[in-house]
């Protein structure tokens, strides 16, 4: 399921920088090895999902993170947002002028909807293409772009200030991510084709 | 730098912090975290996740009650390093002090139930 592969790799991700994280990992996938041999791949990996959510889970707050990780948790949420708020209220306003029976108190609950799907799967998208620094540099600087211009044609409109205010710090803040990014090394997960 | 979302530290010696102090001093060269964990399994009956046993010690480790290192890639096919942990002068004294407590508590407790 998406969801799940969404947690287990979040797991993974926040764990593996953390060398009591990459311990954990290591472990885990040491004792998933020896239940697959007693009871079978399928138990294992079974045991090892939700042993890894439970380790996550119980180990997170002590986890130690830095500053390019909060820098880069920030900027994908941040584009995830954008994503969401961006192209969330067209969808709600053409869901509801397409289905006339729709009350429009509704039109709220659509667009409520709409941001949560769209901004979940930005993230989740986000999150995946990280397994290679230059793709998601790529990716950053490009979502930085496409929500810049959106903002630079809707400033042209209204709001001139605030909206080129907003641009100029979504571009700054996604230079410096991609910067980041691609001085990001890619890290063993330590478990091999489990990361796939 | 690195930032974590741990409270202030403190030295006093949790329940779980107290079995793992214990169960990493009975292991010895054997400390590693899933033996710790099955250690702790076997004493308390108590199954807990390998993120909580690691929690405790990095805590323990943050206190300096142990210290840790990584070891040499297992010699196998694919094999990982394992952080070994092991008790310092401070965490002995500290596991000496609640045993002390605890011992102490029990001797007064004996003495309380004793019939009239």
């Not at chain 1, 991700?13 to 998933?32: C, V």
């Not at chain 2, 990095?58 to 942990?85: A, Q």
Request: hydrophobic share 50%.
């Amino acid at each position: 399921m998406m969801g799940d592969r969404f947690i287990w790799r979040l797991a993974v991700r926040s764990l593996t920088p953390d060398p009591y994280g990459k311990a954990i990992l290591g472990d885990l996938i040491e004792e998933r090895m020896e239940i697959a041999r007693v009871d079978g791949a399928v138990a294992a990996d079974r045991w090892f999902r939700r042993e890894l959510l439970r380790s996550w889970l119980a180990f997170f707050p002590s986890l130690r993170f830095s500053a390019r990780d909060a820098c880069i948790a920030a900027f994908l949420a941040l584009t995830a947002y954008l994503a969401a708020v961006n192209s969330a209220a067209p969808l709600a306003f053409t869901v509801s002028d397409k289905l006339q029976i729709i009350p429009d108190y509704h039109i709220d609950l659509i667009y409520l909807g709409a941001v949560a799907v769209i901004g979940g799967t930005t993230a989740y998208v986000l999150t995946c293409a990280g397994e290679l620094a230059i793709l998601r540099a790529a990716i950053f600087l490009g979502a930085g772009v496409v929500f810049g211009l959106q903002d630079m044609i809707a400033s042209a409109r209204a709001e001139f200030g605030f909206r080129v205010a907003k641009l100029i710090v979504f571009l700054a803040v996604a230079l410096v991510t991609a910067l980041l990014g691609l001085n990001r090394q890619p890290k063993s997960t330590g478990g091999g084709n489990l990361a796939t | 730098m690195v930032y974590s979302l741990t409270y202030m530290p403190t030295f006093a010696v949790g329940e779980l912090e107290l079995v793992v102090l214990f169960v990493t001093l009975r292991l010895a060269d054997a400390a590693y975290g899933a033996e710790i964990r099955r250690s702790v399994r076997d004493h308390t009956g108590r199954e807990y996740s390998v993120g909580a046993i690691y929690a405790s010690l990095r805590r323990l480790e943050d206190k300096g009650f142990v210290r840790s290192f990584e070891s040499e890639p297992l010699p196998v096919r694919g094999g990982r390093s394992r952080r070994y942990f092991v008790l310092t002068t401070p965490g002995r004294s500290a596991l000496r002090k609640a045993v002390l407590l605890k011992r102490r508590f029990w001797k007064d407790l004996t003495l309380e139930w004793q019939p009239r």
